[in-house]
T-cell receptor
Framework: GEDVEQSLFLSVREGDSSVINCTYTDSSSTYLYWYKQEPGAGLQLLTYIFSNMDMKQDQRLTVLLNKKDKHLSLRIADTQTGDSAIYFCAEKPGGYQKVTFGTGTKLQVIP | DVKVTQSSRYLVKRTGEKVFLECVQDMDHENMFWYRQDPGLGLRLIYFSYDVKMKEKGDIPEGYSVSREKKERFSLILESASTNQTSMYLC???????????FGPGTRLLVL
């Protein structure tokens, strides 16, 4: 079945870049997502990328996709304390309704 | 603005009680989902529904049932709550053609 793996924890200093990594197993994944969950809240979509893309940039966020290695990363430039949250990677095959989520990476930003 | 609401933010129940968690979306989405979130395990899909009165089991349906009588409302039912069902429950919805899932704020359930 589908599996999405992430490291559980990442700590960075304010102003540095953060890189959160994710690997997935389903080669038919068409959509790959990054969600953010702030304390006590639900998940909020940050960005997504289609599997026919290698990179997507949106302000401070850069998503890189290595389809051959089934590896997805989220880079946050100039990380701020407000970026402290849990970040979930997720994947969905095209034409299918179920999304598979990773375990989440807790990002701690040290002032 | 897109909105998914859940009936309670926090809930405390006793073992053996029947528990109802309600979710309402105002976006006319066809698909609705119930997940539970546990530390180190991420989100696991319990049930989803792709239309009124339609439901499909997710990865961990045991001990749960669902009801979708109206398009905007998707209920999760714990027939007889147990302590291992203590968790954060998240509801989500998505249009049939959309890429984005919209989440509610979550219900933190404690079963004593």
């Amino acid at each position: 079945g589908e599996d999405v793996e992430q490291s559980l924890f990442l700590s960075v200093r304010e102003g540095d870049s953060s890189v959160i990594n994710c690997t997935y197993t389903d080669s038919s994944s068409t959509y790959l997502y990054w969600y953010k969950q702030e304390p006590g809240a639900g998940l909020q979509l940050l960005t997504y990328i289609f599997s026919n893309m290698d990179m997507k940039q949106d302000q401070r966020l850069t998503v890189l996709l290595n389809k051959k290695d089934k590896h997805l990363s989220l880079r946050i430039a100039d990380t701020q304390t407000g970026d402290s949250a849990i970040y979930f990677c997720a994947e969905k095959p095209g034409g299918y309704q179920k999304v598979t989520f990773g375990t989440g990476t807790k990002l701690q930003v040290i002032p | 603005d897109v909105k998914v609401t859940q009936s309670s933010r926090y809930l405390v129940k006793r073992t053996g009680e029947k528990v109802f968690l309600e979710c309402v979306q105002d976006m006319d989405h066809e698909n609705m989902f119930w997940y539970r979130q546990d530390p180190g395990l991420g989100l696991r899909l319990i049930y989803f529904s792709y239309d009124v009165k339609m439901k499909e089991k997710g990865d961990i349906p045991e001990g749960y049932s669902v009801s979708r009588e109206k398009k905007e409302r998707f209920s999760l039912i714990l027939e007889s709550a147990s302590t291992n069902q203590t968790s954060m429950y998240l509801c989500a919805s998505r249009s049939i053609s959309g890429e984005t899932q919209y989440f509610g704020p979550g219900t933190r359930l404690l079963v004593l």
